[in-house]
């Protein structure tokens, strides 16, 4: 079955650490999101990508990293600059021009050692 | 800016009707769409509706739209345990992004 994968479903950060959380998607969507859900609030865009190769900051791009080498893969790194980096991360996608709505994964949640 | 804004609790009683309710701001907003998130999970859509509709109903579930005054709600008829969850309302804006409100909790009682 077509669908978005988050891996691993647990993450623990040390401090001065950097991390990778993995989005992989087979649905042949052009555009790919990460959003950072805290309690409480709803869901902040980090990142966004529509093509391969191409990638744009959302509302809280600082302290993050992205790459999008491949159309099926969005890998984002949570850097030590992120001085507040536990949260639930969430990854969508999405086929471009088809007025369809935002496919997401079952998300990381990542927690300070 | 865009901002988008939901009631943070709701408790109803197995088999009575639920109505959560969210106001936005972007009058540019394509659609309009409701997910579901169940705890430790990811978002489910649920239903969404195009910005020149005033209603849409799929099954249980019930959309009306108010653009005038910018309101959307979303009613889930003969409520049931299972439909216990956050329930985030979103707007779409430029780039195919979306704005989530901050999510009503649902809480279904016997």
């Known amino acids: 079955d077509g669908g978005i994968t988050q891996s691993p479903k647990y993450l623990f950060r040390k401090e001065g650490q950097n991390v990778t959380l993995s989005c992989e998607q087979n649905?042949?969507?052009?555009?790919m999101y990460w959003y950072r859900q805290d309690p409480g609030q709803g869901l902040r865009l980090i990142y966004y990508s529509q093509i391969v190769n191409d990638f744009q900051k959302g509302d809280i791009a600082e302290g993050y990293s992205v790459s999008r080498e491949k159309k099926e893969s969005f890998p984002l790194t949570v850097t030590s600059a992120q001085k507040n980096p536990t949260a639930f991360y969430l990854c969508a996608s999405l086929r471009q021009g088809s007025n369809q709505p935002q496919h997401f994964g079952d998300g990381t949640r990542l927690s300070i050692l | 800016g865009e901002d988008v804004e939901q009631s943070l609790f709701l408790s109803v009683r197995e088999g009575d009707s639920s109505v959560i309710n969210c106001t936005y701001t972007?009058?540019?907003?394509?659609?309009l769409y409701w997910y579901k998130q169940e705890p430790g999970a990811g978002l489910q859509l649920l239903t969404y509706?195009?910005?020149?509709?005033d209603m849409k109903q799929d099954q249980r579930l019930t959309v009306l739209l108010n653009k005038k005054d910018k309101h959307l709600s979303l009613r889930i008829a003969d409520t049931q345990t299972g439909d216990s969850a956050i329930y985030f309302c979103a707007e779409s804006c430029g780039y195919n992004k979306l704005i989530f409100g901050a999510g009503t909790r649902l809480a279904v009682h016997p």
């Open positions: 972007d009058s540019s907003s394509t659609y």
């Open positions: 649905l042949n969507h052009d555009a």
């Open positions: 509706i195009f910005s020149n509709m």
